[in-house]
């Protein structure tokens, strides 16, 4: 049987513990790591720029979880936990990375549920509707190159793995348990008003 991206995962989306207390950090970096591969695979230097930012977002929250591992198993208690500090650095960190997620969930169910979109056009979408309003005017050009440098539709499914009928079954249980982290982390942002100031 043919190996796919997401068997060489780490850690699946889909295995990242949820319990009342929050999303597991451990296993959400790992999920997170390994999206961040992902990019590699869309083959253009011009998303070095969308994996640094990410990178250094996990690296932010790693550090903070590591600091403080009982205060910090979920992403919740560790933004909460934070949260009376005078720099909030984690907290940030997991604002652009959740943002920097919800614009790669959008952009590959685009792409999923409309076959014949290309790649380009899906990725422009999401952005516009994700990340486009938090940046500058500095950063949206390098944004809009990368957009246009992805793969052909074709040619970004090819390298996730030859087996199409177990590369359709993996995505998709892997990007439902994305956007399931992604709706989850908004809410909590938003009744928790985390993000202000940032």
């Known amino acids: 049987m043919s190996v796919t991206y997401f068997d060489t995962l780490r850690k699946n ?7 009342e207390d929050g999303i597991g950090t451990e296993a959400f970096l790992e999920a997170t790591e390994g999206l961040v591969r992902l990019f590699d695979l869309l083959g253009s230097a011009a998303f070095n ?8 977002n996990i690296k932010k929250i790693r550090e903070r979880y590591e600091h403080d591992f009982e205060k910090s198993r979920t992403l919740e208690m560790l933004v909460i936990n934070e949260q009376g500090e005078k720099k909030r ?4 960190g997991l604002l652009w990375l959740k943002r920097g997620l919800e614009f790669t969930s959008v952009a ?3 792409s999923k ?3 014949d979109e290309e790649l380009s056009a899906s990725f422009t979408q999401a952005y516009g509707l994700t990340l486009k309003k938090h940046h500058s005017f500095v950063v949206r050009p390098v944004f809009g190159l990368a957009m246009k440098a992805v793969p052909y539709r074709a040619e970004f499914f090819k390298k996730l793995g030859d087996d199409e009928v177990k590369i359709n079954e993996q ?12 709706v989850k982390l908004n809410q909590f942002y938003v009744t928790g008003s985390y993000d202000k100031g940032f």
């Open 13 to 19: 989306y889909a295995d990242v513990p949820i319990t």
């Open 89 to 92: 650095i984690a907290t940030e």
């Open 49 to 56: 720029v969308v994996q640094s930012d990410m990178n250094g």
């Open 108 to 110: 590959l169910r685009r």
């Open 171 to 182: 995505y998709e249980i892997w990007l439902q348990a994305l956007e399931k982290i992604v």
């Open 113 to 115: 549920s409309n076959k």
